[in-house]
Nanobody
Framework: EVQLVESGGGLVQAGGSLRLSCAAS?????IGWFRQRPGKEREGVACISDSDGRKHYVEAVKGRFTISSDNAKNTVYLQMNNLKPEDTAIYYCAFPCAQAMDVIYVYGDDYWGQGTQVTVSS
């Protein structure tokens, strides 16, 4: 059974940091992080390629967020630094991900985790 489980969300002050984890059960694939901010549509923020480790980010998070993976643990991380109130969202991991222009998206038979809340106070 394919399963993605996120953890690591919480409440942090602006300028602070959080690290999200996405534990994947029994497979490796191109996994991405997505978020849904209040009143907005879900959007991709980062994607990492399983085959070559290439990382993709949308402009809004470049230089602040870092996606990484630990294949031995089947876990993908999202290190979020210098958080801003506008980063407040439910964060999801999903696969398979890809990037075109400044858009990160999932395609085909996609799978999603249940989400983890990140709240950034001003």
């Amino acid at each position: 059974e394919v399963q993605l489980v996120e953890s690591g969300g919480g409440l942090v002050q602006a300028g602070g940091s959080l690290r999200l984890s996405c534990a994947a059960s029994g497979f490796t694939f191109d996994i991405g992080w997505f978020r849904q901010r209040p009143g907005k549509e879900r959007e991709g923020v980062a994607c990492i390629s399983d085959s070559d480790g290439r990382k993709h980010y949308v402009e809004a998070v470049k230089g602040r967020f870092t996606i990484s993976s630990d294949n031995a643990k089947n876990t993908v991380y999202l290190q979020m630094n210098n958080l801003k109130p506008e980063d407040t969202a439910i964060y999801y991991c999903a696969f398979p991900c890809a990037q075109a222009m400044d858009v990160i998206y999932v395609y085909g038979d996609d799978y999603w985790g249940q989400g983890t809340q990140v709240t950034v106070s001003s």
